[in-house]
């Protein structure tokens, strides 16, 4: 007899931040159409209950950067489903810039916003995530860490920070059975990609991109729900491009 496919995710949950818009709202469809239980978090009550409405998921509305918001999202996940077994850790973007313009302000905005938010909300989740079979915690990055991207340097300065702590936890996780991973996106069509357009040249990066093309956010999502599933349970402390060629490294 055939074996049933390994990438159902029926009856686990999953809480998917950065999820009104973008890779964050494709991540949740996509989570939902494996039959997880999904929460979804972000800003924007509106815009954010209007699409959780639509999938048939948890909106719980509010603010990476504030911890208060943070405990509200575990709490609301755990009061409606019962556990966590998938976080995924996505939110916004730092303001383009060169190095040289980086004062103290704007660098504690960008390590609150990609480092702290990620680290506070997955230590609230770890004792739910102890409790499933199967714990996972994917973060969304960018191809910037790989390849610092020109006019990005604080994108370029603080995501690779969050990479080498999703690798040194994913050592201290793996005796049980929690997989830590990371995306690298490359050019990704969404809000986020037509604010970059406002101050760099389109035709100029779709040239780098060997498949000729900008990634659609269900070609990230597709990823997530990989690593989510059953299929990806030997995956753990790797950090994968969804670039459609675009960088140049062979790691
Ligand atoms: P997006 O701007 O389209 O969506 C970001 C989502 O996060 C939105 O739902 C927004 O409301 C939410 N958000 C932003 N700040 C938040 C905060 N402080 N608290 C709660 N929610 C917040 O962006 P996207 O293109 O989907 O990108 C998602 C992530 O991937 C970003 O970090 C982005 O920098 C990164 N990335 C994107 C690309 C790309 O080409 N789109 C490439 C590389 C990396």
């Not at 496919?5 to 991540?27: E, F, K, Y």
């Not at 739910?128 to 790989?146: C, D, F, Q």
């Not at 990634?215 to 969804?242: K, N, Q, R």
Request: hydrophobic residues 40%; contains cysteine.
């Amino acid at each position: 007899m055939k074996r049933a496919p390994n990438t159902d995710l029926r009856g686990r949950t999953a809480i998917v931040c950065g999820a009104s818009s973008g890779i964050g709202l494709a991540i949740a469809e996509e989570l939902d159409r494996a039959g997880a239980n999904v929460a979804m978090f972000a800003r924007r009550r509106q815009l954010l209950e209007k699409e959780a409405d639509r999938i048939g998921a948890l909106a719980v509305q509010g603010d990476l950067t504030s911890p208060r918001d943070l405990r509200k999202l575990v709490e609301r996940t755990i009061g409606t489903f019962g556990g966590i077994d998938i976080l995924v850790n996505n939110g916004g973007g730092p303001p383009a810039g060169p190095a040289l313009e980086i004062d103290d302000e704007s660098l504690e905005d960008a390590v609150t916003l990609l480092l702290f938010s990620a680290v506070r909300l997955t230590n609230l989740c770890l004792p739910h995530l102890r409790e499933s079979k199967a714990g996972r915690i994917i973060n969304i990055t960018s191809s910037a860490v790989r390849e610092p991207i020109d006019n990005l340097a604080l994108s370029n300065a603080v995501r690779p920070g969050l990479v080498g702590w999703a690798k040194t936890l994913s050592h201290e996780l793996g005796s049980q059975g929690i997989t830590v991973n990371s995306i690298a996106p490359g050019r990704i069509a969404t809000e986020r990609l037509e604010e970059l357009y406002e101050t760099r040249s389109r035709d100029e990066d779709l040239a780098q991109i060997p498949l000729g093309r900008f990634g659609d956010p269900h070609e990230v999502a597709a990823v997530v729900a990989f690593l989510a599933s059953g299929a990806a349970s030997y995956v753990t402390g790797t950090l994968i491009p969804v670039d459609g060629g675009a960088s140049r490294g062979l790691l």
